[in-house]
């Protein structure tokens, strides 16, 4: 298996007011959605939560953080680690609270780490308008080693594993290079992500009903 699904749903969703994980969306939840979106991607998608925390989700197998409360870089390192252990080496990483994210933007960004791609990159991260997306990115799962060195002298930031490893930065005009995301997401909603009510009453506003963008 080359290629494995990561979705991190550990977040406490302080700012939203309750889980992310369990939010609704177009008749499923907006974790159940994730994972679907990634199962077209690979053999095997992984649902990183919190230790403790009780999901429900079909299709994923539901892996817990070993320490709370260590940010979004416990997360990834415990993703990773697991992807490893199942033979992916490569891992999409994505957050729960992604609702417009579509498979063609996941096929764009695991392109760009293809088996083929010389000098192969560690992450390709997308970056849109200075802003990059570290959580919607693929990673190396051999980076699971320099994620959890990171978490052992207190890092908590995800951004901090770039300085260690080879990032490939891919901008908004080279992932809608690809034909089939531009005609699917010209806008590149996939990128955006949820932190509050208003934020999700915007994109439930740019979602198209019925649209599962899976």
């Not at 994980?21 to 974790?31: F, I, R, S, V």
Request: glycine fraction near 10%; hydrophobic fraction near 45%; proline fraction near 7%.
């Amino acid at each position: 298996m080359g290629v494995c699904g990561v979705v991190l749903a550990g977040g406490r969703s302080r700012r939203m007011g309750s889980p992310k994980a369990a939010l609704e969306w177009d008749g499923a939840t907006l974790l159940q959605r994730t994972v679907d979106v990634l199962g077209h991607h690979g053999d095997r998608v992984l649902v990183v939560a919190a230790p403790g925390q009780l999901l429900t989700v079909t299709g994923a197998e539901v892996v817990h953080d070993a320490v709370a409360d260590q940010g979004p870089l416990q997360g990834l390192a415990t993703g990773l680690a697991r992807a490893g252990e199942l033979g992916a080496e490569t891992a999409f990483v994505c957050a729960t609270d992604m609702p417009l994210l579509h498979p063609a933007l996941v096929t764009a960004v695991l392109a760009a780490r293809g088996p083929e791609v010389e000098p192969r990159p560690d992450v390709v991260m997308p970056v849109d308008a200075d802003h990059e997306h570290p959580l919607a990115a693929a990673y190396a799962t051999a980076l699971a080693g320099p994620a959890a060195e990171l978490l052992a002298a207190g890092e908590r930031r995800v951004r901090a594993l770039g300085a260690r490893c080879r990032v490939r930065r891919i901008t908004r005009a080279e992932l809608l290079a690809d034909p089939a995301l531009a005609a699917a997401d010209p806008e590149l909603d996939s990128l955006l992500n949820v932190n509050t009510p208003a934020e999700l009453a915007a994109a439930r506003q740019r979602h198209r009903p019925g649209d599962r963008r899976c």
